[in-house]
């Protein structure tokens, strides 16, 4: 069945695109939406947003592939993304990095088989004076610690 | 000289210290835009911006005042402001921390600039992953709808403004001001070739100006005490530098921290007087003054300017730690003020592993669209890497100078200089430890990037102070 969004979504989309002189402007916001929605941007999604905005369904995978947060498989039911650059690494990054594909039995971009969780590493997440952190879904959890990592993760498998 | 101010920090940890009220009664919010826009003529904000010497918070250090004169006096077409809170540059975290804790200022900024530059809407392009920094912006702008100071007629002026937050999806180069252009519009977030400059030709190719969130944030300061005033508040008033802004530490610091300072401390006095000291008290190796795409200084580095009529004169011979951070003066010691935020390596710190990582998040960033820089970001990468293994010969050191000076000024972004900067700053001085790896004197397996005291964590709880 083709895609398409439930009926707030869509309202959201008709507030996004009062936005912008331009639909192609609302793709990234509406991307944003399918996402939250279905889990991933699949080939449906894309031509959904296509047909919506009236732009080449080339031109939405272009934008598509081009920016890390769309997933273009499915994920987990949580995503996890561990900053590894500098000045975290500086703070133990590796480290955390290490204890969490050890404690979830997984790599970095690799899903749980439970499908619970997705472990990710990230590039600069602005919080360099709060390292080492890491993203979980949409919050921030800072000045991480291993016993901070382990409660995160347990919490979120068995959620 | 290290100055403590709070013109932007001082709702910073207040109880709902982001709401309306709060900006109202600590900050007398909203009251600076209402009398700019009731008292003064478009021209006499721009001509009053300028003197604030605000140098661009993002990181190339553009004044203000001079940007906001390129747009055009008159014209027919759309104007707009967009805000840049891409912030994602590594060891910065200060754009974060305005959005979270003081929004309100961000948007009195926007009313200014709006009508300053002769636009109506104003875009703050905010990174995805900063859903707080979203969800307060938008929280300022609809408590500030309500009460009228954003709309058709924002305090009975006849000067229509509206702010927009509008979300990317995780890409480090939209940050580069065109390319967050053509993200906003909805394209991917590749670069421009300049000309046409956003003034001419921006947002949705109308005359557009983008201002940093910092810089947009110190305007409604600037304007309340008068912009000269606020320039002077700064040490480096006298070779355009003005204001205050604010400074970020981390890495390895005792007190990693986001502080309010009038312009001009120093790399010393940041680390020491604010940071508390290189953690586990050991000695500094070297920091990253502002960003990772600026150069790293050596606290064993001095200034040479001994021609009395150099600007750097004043401070020749002292150690480069001992000079005011300032866009010019650091400019003047081989390195860039950047944003302000300074990343701190304690001795023991292994530069090539610092270089690695570094150089993996560029090659993971890059957007692709030129050659020298696609493919440079990943031969520096691959070098470092054979480098640390042991496997490389000492031309394949010498060959990190040639890929980094093959991308320099062939792209058409700064992205590029940006990698290859702190690529060369990194080789020209450590080459001492690039080079043991290749005879073998050290081992990949033996290089660390932590401290003692820092096995896995940070040893203090950091805060915004």
Not at chain 1, 32 to 55: I, P, R, T, W, Y
Not at chain 2, 63 to 77: A, E, I, L, N, R
Not at chain 2, 132 to 158: H, M, N, Q, V
Not at chain 2, 440 to 454: I, N, Q
């Amino acid at each position: 069945m083709p895609f398409e969004l439930t009926k707030d979504r869509e309202q959201k989309l008709a507030e996004i695109l009062t936005r912008y002189p331009t639909k192609m402007a609302a793709l990234i916001p509406l991307l944003h939406l399918c996402q939250e929605q279905n889990g991933f941007v699949s080939e449906d999604v894309m031509s959904f947003c296509a047909h919506k905005l009236d732009v080449p369904p080339a031109h939405v995978e272009g934008v598509v592939t081009f920016y890390t947060l769309f997933n273009r498989t499915p994920v987990g039911k949580h995503q996890v993304w561990v900053c590894r650059t500098l000045p975290c690494a500086l703070r133990g990054a590796d480290n955390i990095v290490a204890q969490c594909e050890k404690k979830l039995g997984i790599h970095v971009g690799e899903t749980t088989s439970d499908g619970k969780v997705t472990l990710r590493s990230a590039e600069c997440l602005a919080s360099c004076g709060t390292a080492p952190m890491m993203q979980v879904d949409k919050e921030y959890f800072e000045n991480l610690t291993p016993e901070k990592v382990d409660a995160l993760l347990d919490k979120l498998r068995s959620d | 000289m290290l100055k403590r101010t709070d013109y932007l920090t001082k709702v910073y940890g207040k109880k709902s210290g982001w709401t309306l009220d709060v900006y109202e009664r600590e900050c007398d919010g909203y009251k600076t835009a209402q009398k700019v826009l009731t008292s003064m003529t478009r021209d006499q904000v721009v001509d009053e911006a300028k003197k604030a010497n605000i140098r661009g918070r993002g990181g190339a250090g553009f004044p203000m005042g001079v940007k906001w004169s390129f747009m055009p006096k008159q014209t027919t077409k759309p104007c707009y402001l967009v805000i840049n809170a891409d912030e994602g540059e590594p060891g910065t975290h200060k754009d974060r921390t305005l959005m979270e804790e003081n929004p309100h200022s961000v948007i009195e900024g926007c009313i200014i600039g709006c009508y300053g530059i002769g636009a109506h809407v104003a875009y703050i392009y905010v990174r995805d992953e900063l859903h707080l920094s979203k969800e307060r912006l938008w929280g300022a702008i609809e408590e500030a709808k309500k009460k009228g100071y954003l709309g058709k007629t924002p305090f009975g002026k006849d000067w229509a403004v509206d702010v927009v937050v509008h979300t990317g999806a995780g890409a480090y180069i939209c940050g580069e001001e065109t390319s967050l252009l053509n993200s906003l519009e909805g394209r991917r977030g590749e670069p421009r070739l300049k000309p046409p400059f956003p003034a001419q030709a921006g947002a949705f190719g109308m005359p557009s100006t983008v201002n940093n969130l910092e810089t947009i944030a110190a305007v409604p300061t600037a304007f309340k005490m008068g912009c000269d005033e606020f320039s002077k508040l700064s040490a480096l008033h006298d070779i355009k530098d003005g204001g205050v802004r604010l400074y970020g530490i981390n890495g390895h610091i005792k007190k990693p921290c986001v502080v309010e300072l009038a312009c001009g401390p120093t790399l010393n006095e940041l680390i020491n007087d604010i940071g508390g000291g290189v953690l586990g008290d050991k000695k500094c190796l070297c920091v990253i003054p502002g960003g990772s795409s600026t150069p790293i200084l050596l606290p064993e580095e001095t200034v040479n300017a001994p021609d009395e009529k150099d600007p750097m004169h004043k401070w020749h011979g002292m150690s480069v730690f001992d000079v005011p951070l300032g866009v010019d003066t650091m400019r003047n010691v081989g390195t860039m003020l950047g944003t302000c935020c300074v990343t701190v390596m304690a001795e023991g710190t292994c530069p090539v592993l610092a270089m690695k990582n570094l150089m993996q998040f560029y090659k993971h960033e890059s957007c692709g669209q030129c050659t020298p820089c696609r493919e440079g970001s990943a031969w520096l990468f691959n070098t470092v890497d054979k480098i640390l293994d042991g496997n490389a010969t000492m031309a394949d050191v010498d060959n990190l100078h040639d890929i980094a000076n093959g991308i320099m000024g062939n792209t058409i972004c700064a992205f590029g200089e940006g990698t290859a900067m702190p690529a060369l700053g990194f080789v020209k001085k450590f080459r001492k430890h690039f080079e043991a790896y290749v005879t073998g004197a050290k081992k990949h397996s033996e290089a660390t990037l932590l401290v003692e005291t820092a096995e896995s964590g940070a040893t203090e709880p950091a805060k915004v102070e």
